[in-house]
Each structure stands twice: as C-alpha cells, then as structure tokens.
C-alpha cells in the first residue's frame, strides 16, 4: 500500500538518477562532458525510449529552470568591458553570420521549391548555436576567459539578443502581426535591457544593500540569489523577451557588484541539478521511430548544418582575429545548431510556415547536434592541435 501511494515520478527520477550516473563514469573515462550523458538519459527514459518518465511537461518546467539558471551563472562570469571591446565580432560577425546562414539555406530552399517565409526562418533556426553546450564546455576546459572564448562568448550572446526580432520576424512571415501592446512591450523591454548593461558599464563596480550581513547567512543568501536571477527572468518574460535573457543581465549586475563567490555558492547544487534536467528534456524530444525511418535525410541535414555553420564561423571569426587556428576551434564551437531554436521551430510551425514532418525533424536534427557537438568540438581541437597548445 504504501508503495502504491509513492509518486511514479520518483522512481523516475531514481532511475535517471542511477543512469546519469553510469553513463556520466563512463563518459568521463572517455573525458567526455557530462552534457552527453544527459541528452542520452532523456531519451532511453522519454516516450520515445522506455517510457519511464511520462510527465514531459514536468521535466520541460524543470530544464526551463535550468536554463535560466545557467544564464544566470554565465553572466555572473561576464566582464561587461571585455564584451564592449568585442563589440565588432558582437555585431557585425553575428548579423554577417546570420545574413550567410539564410542565404545558403535560399540556394538549398531554391532547388526545394521552398518559399521565402520557409527559407528566411530555417535560415534563422540554423544560425543559433547554444550558449547553454558552448558556455559549459568553455567553463570546463578553462577557455572562457581566453580570447577565442571571449569572441565565442560576444556572438552567443549576440544571438540571444537577436532571438526577439527573429521570433517577431517569423510571426510575420506566418501572416501574425503582434499587437501595438506588444510591440511596444517588447520594444520598452529592449530599451530597458540596453539602459541597465549600460548602467553597469558605465558603474563599473558598486555594492549591493545589506551585502555584509547577507554574506554572513548562508539561508538567506539562497534566497536572495533566488530573487535575483529568477527576478530578472521575469521582468523580462513580462515584456516578452525570453526569461533566460534577463537572468543573464542579473547574472552581470552581480558580477558588477562583486558578490559573484557566494551567490555561486548558494545556487551551484540547483544549477547542477535543473541544468541536466534541461539537457534531459532535449534528448525526451529525439524520436527514435522517426529518426530510424529517416536517418539517410537526417544524416544528410546534420552533415551540412556542421559543414555550413563551422564554415560561416570560421571565416567570421578569422576575418576579426587573423587566427586560423583559433578560428576554426571557433567555427566548431559554434557548429551546433542552439536550444533557442527550438522556439523559433514552434512558432514556425504554430504559423503553419513548416509541416509537420519538417517540424520532427528540425527538431531531430537541433538534438543531435547538440549531443554530437561535444564530439565535433573535440575532433577539431585535435585536428588544430589546440589540446597541445596553451590556452590563448
């Protein structure tokens, strides 16, 4: 009796836990991140594998979390005036990079018969590489204060700006015109991000109230470290902009306040934690009927979607560095198609702009590439010899 009455989400979880776990000690034997270990968990225990965790909404809430807790740690390591020194390969390298993105995806789209609405927004899906693999993967190894981190890290988040005018883009490209309250939240919400890291800019450094006796609590410093990053989440979600964006400029307020040590402290375990249920819940989406009755199509994709992104990379980040080198770990970095581009996939499909079929395998082939950058990453710094080399 008392066993029928345990929730069935926790054997779930359990048994997550245990597969993570072997899969994880295997992994690092191979010194490879724990990220694959994740995705892999999520999909032999999703729907599509053997169906032990059923509650998908549950662990999508939960990696929704994770996200915005993992931004919330990256800004935390950002230094505002390094990006400002890098405003070039920010802006210019990230809007050329998209620009080429859609016009590969127009001369593939050519020869498909697609039409321009499909084109534009594919060409947006393929553009976003993923802050959450590359940042992990950059803290990791050490790199992401080097200057080939620092030029990943100015165009990953460059592209998680440039997500809401995409997202807009696209809803007009399936014929939804936002609303003028919409529009002007969303314009007011920019506004607002660009005045506070220019604030921080500017301030350089400054205290945050009450900070001496909070350090002194650790109880409270959870909390406060819980205020801040998912209160920054939701100011921006209320003016539209993704969540995860406005708990990395908490993330920045923090660094700017020097208190980055114990608010680390405080939330590490639950980053930890809700960060791999991310990761999870991405490899819950791979549907393996799908994949095993299309590979030939999917392979085909992932191929190119690596060939055209670590190429589009490479030679934007040379073009700013005059590095080969480091230009074409740089390319591989950013080789894998993001995380946010699965939003763009749904409000392409809930604007009926993709069918069906190519929504599962969009989706199909944002997952693995994700689970197979950390391999790609890896071959290439082989191949440039970057894992010999000090970390510049």
């Known amino acids: 009796m008392l066993l029928a009455a345990v929730n069935p989400n926790l054997y779930g979880f359990v048994i997550l836990g245990i597969i993570i776990v072997i899969l994880g000690s295997i992994l690092r034997y191979f010194k490879q991140p724990y990220i694959v270990a994740y995705i892999l968990a999520g999909v032999l225990l999703g729907d599509f594998g053997f169906q032990i965790i059923t509650d998908k909404e549950l662990i999508t809430v939960m990696g929704d979390i994770g996200l915005i807790l993992l931004l919330f740690f990256i800004g935390m390591e950002i ?21 080429a993105s859609v016009a590969l995806v127009g001369i593939l789209g050519w020869f498909l018969g697609w039409q321009s609405n499909r084109i534009i927004t594919m060409g947006f899906v393929i553009s976003l590489s993923s802050s959450a693999v590359i940042i992990k993967l950059l803290q990791d190894s050490g790199e992401i204060s ?31 015109v936002p609303s003028v309250e919409e529009s002007i939240l969303q ?19 400054f205290k945050i109230p009450f900070s001496e006796q909070v350090e002194k609590d ?24 993704s969540a995860a964006l406005g ?30 249920l991310f990761f999870v819940s991405i490899g819950m989406l791979i549907d393996l009927n799908f994949l095993i009755e299309n590979w030939k199509t999917v392979s085909l994709v992932i191929l190119t979607v690596y060939l055209t992104n670590h190429l589009i990379n490479t030679l934007v980040l040379h073009y700013f560095g005059r590095n080969w080198k480091n230009s074409i770990y740089g390319g591989a970095l950013l080789a894998q198609v993001g995380e946010l581009s699965f939003v763009l996939v749904a409000s392409a499909l809930a604007s009926k702009i993709i069918s069906d079929y190519t929504y599962q395998l969009t989706i199909i082939v944002i997952s693995l590439t994700l689970l197979i950058s950390p391999f790609w990453i890896a071959m290439t710094k082989r191949m440039v010899g970057r894992d010999k080399s000090p970390k510049t």
């Open 79 to 99: 230094s505002l005036p390094d990006l400002v020194k890098n405003w070039k390969v920010a802006i210019i390298g990230t809007v050329v990079q998209i620009i």
């Open 247 to 276: 708990a990395f400029v908490g993330g920045m307020v923090i660094h700017a306040a020097r208190s980055t040590e114990w608010f680390h402290d405080s939330l590490h375990s639950l980053r930890v934690m809700f960060v791999a």
């Open 146 to 176: 080097t200057a080939i981190g620092k030029n990943v890290l100015s165009v990953l988040l460059m592209q998680d700006i440039l997500i809401v005018p995409m997202l807009i883009a696209t809803n007009y490209l399936g014929g939804h």
């Open 218 to 241: 650790h109880e409270l410093q959870v909390f406060v470290a819980l205020v801040v990053c998912f209160g920054g989440a939701i100011i921006t979600s209320f003016f539209g902009l």
């Open 187 to 205: 314009i007011v919400g920019g506004a607002l991000i660009i005045a506070t890291i220019v604030w921080i800019w500017r301030k350089k450094e």
